[in-house]
């Protein structure tokens, strides 16, 4: 029996970093994210390489940027988008695992294209399954391993559960990948178990700053357009739920690994495609509730916890990580090697077991033609359309747009910017895409 651990990757859907005690959260309740902590390592600056579904998915899968996997913007139902095989000519992370002798799974959420269907590289196939907009407790459809039905239940509980049959079904003497999709924090916010919305009903939501607004542009806040107060609280207690709710899945999960002695041997990845802003800001949603795009902290920060095999207990290391690093810190425990390509992640063994190792300086993003380099102290974005560039001190927040007054600053950051994306070159962003004839409606479409 190979002596690789097993690997279980939650990706939760629009989970902000605040969003869990474990960083700072005072009033949700999540003690399996606690104790899943507590027991590995809790990386403090974790980001996502762009903050909307599709592309942020596609880079954990890839391990690459957008400009290299030509995913740039989220995927909504039509055949023109979902229809596409957007990763072709691209070897997969669960391809990779599949080649080399894992058993792989996925449960829940792709939306990479072609969700109606095994997509390659998995053995065990569980998608929602193309139509948009997705319920929290309506009979959602899913592919079942090539058969489409639209099994009742809430979504959570659906994934978790079939995450669970995974497990148990699974060839033993094999090691397993399994990609865990939960959907719940995505809006719409609400539907949720009521036992669990009633433990936040009194809440004061105050790790939800009431920050004055620092977007230098239009706020189209798709995900909640028009609320008032007592609709803004219920939606919060409705999001605050599905963080618990996805903690209980995870349980559920944590619980048959244990109960079947397979948890000592089962390296955890607990993350998410992107962050969110719930009224952050006065922002209602991530990258694309703004126009131009934003890459505003919430929207970019995301939860990353390790736990298992080779992962130390109780280490906060504070470098830049991301999706493009977890990519690399999988393929390096498996023991796999990705296809000869320029990969900007590393693995993060190292800085889990030494904190002064040698490690990147800066955090990169982007999204559609804004392109971020993000340091310990500022952040600047730079727009391939011209649009105003902006520059913040981080030490202020991101209260004020220093770009006319820091030039010094702006030129060394924006020098830095065009030498790393100057490498990754294969499919950079056309801005006729973001600003030219809208390809679909944003507040009808699936996000």
């Not at 030509?70 to 691209?90: M, P, Q, T």
Request: proline share 7%; with cysteine.
């Amino acid at each position: 029996m190979s002596k690789r651990p097993n690997i279980l990757v939650i990706f939760n859907d629009d989970h902000g970093q605040w969003a869990l005690p474990t960083y700072g959260n005072c009033e949700l309740r999540t003690p399996t994210v606690d104790a899943l902590a507590r027991s590995g390592a809790v990386f403090e600056n974790a980001f996502t390489p762009v903050p909307v579904c599709s592309p942020a998915r596609a880079c954990f899968m890839t391990g690459l940027l957008p400009t290299q996997h030509g995913v740039h913007d989220y995927l909504n139902s039509a055949e023109a988008f979902n229809g596409r095989d957007w990763l072709r000519g691209v070897t997969t992370l669960p391809e990779l695992l599949q080649a080399s002798g894992y058993y792989t799974g996925l449960s829940g959420k792709w939306h990479l294209g072609q969700d109606f269907k095994p997509q390659p590289g998995f053995d065990d196939w569980f998608a929602l399954a193309g139509d948009y907009p997705i319920f929290h407790r309506d009979a959602n459809r899913f592919c079942d391993n090539g058969r489409l039905h639209a099994p009742e239940g809430y979504l959570t509980q659906l994934i978790a559960d079939r995450t669970v049959a995974f497990l148990r079904d699974r060839p033993k003497d094999q090691p397993f990948f399994h990609f865990t999709g939960f959907y719940a924090t995505h809006s719409p916010w609400e539907d949720q178990p009521e036992r669990l919305v009633s433990l936040y009903k009194n809440a004061s939501f105050s790790d939800i700053p009431s920050a004055e607004r620092v977007f230098e542009g239009e706020i189209k806040n798709i995900e909640l357009p028009e609320a008032d107060d007592a609709q803004k609280r219920r939606a919060k207690a409705q999001y605050y739920a599905a963080v618990t709710a996805i903690d209980e899945g995870l349980g559920r999960i944590l619980d048959h690994l244990d109960a079947t002695g397979t948890l000592d041997n089962t390296l955890i990845v607990f993350t998410s495609d992107h962050g969110l802003c719930l009224d952050h800001h006065g922002i209602w949603g991530k990258g694309n509730a703004t126009s131009p795009q934003n890459m505003i902290e919430e929207s970019i920060r995301v939860p990353m916890i390790f736990a298992g095999p080779q992962v130390p207990a109780g280490v906060r290391p504070t470098v830049f990580a991301d999706h493009l690093d977890l990519f690399q810190t999988l393929t390096s425990v498996a023991e796999v090697t990705p296809d000869n390509r320029l990969y900007a992640g590393r693995a993060l063994w190292s800085v889990m077991h030494d904190p002064g190792t040698t490690w990147r300086e800066c955090q990169f993003g982007e999204y559609g033609t804004a392109r971020m380099i993000r340091t310990e102290t500022h952040k600047l974005i730079t727009r391939l359309d011209h649009r105003r560039e902006t520059l913040f001190d981080l030490r202020d927040g991101e209260g004020q747009n220093l770009i006319d007054s820091e030039h010094a600053i702006a030129s060394e950051l924006r020098a830095r910017l065009r030498a790393h994306f100057s490498q990754f070159e294969d499919h950079p962003p056309d801005p006729e895409e973001f600003f030219g004839p809208p390809r679909f409606n944003p507040v009808e479409a699936w996000r």
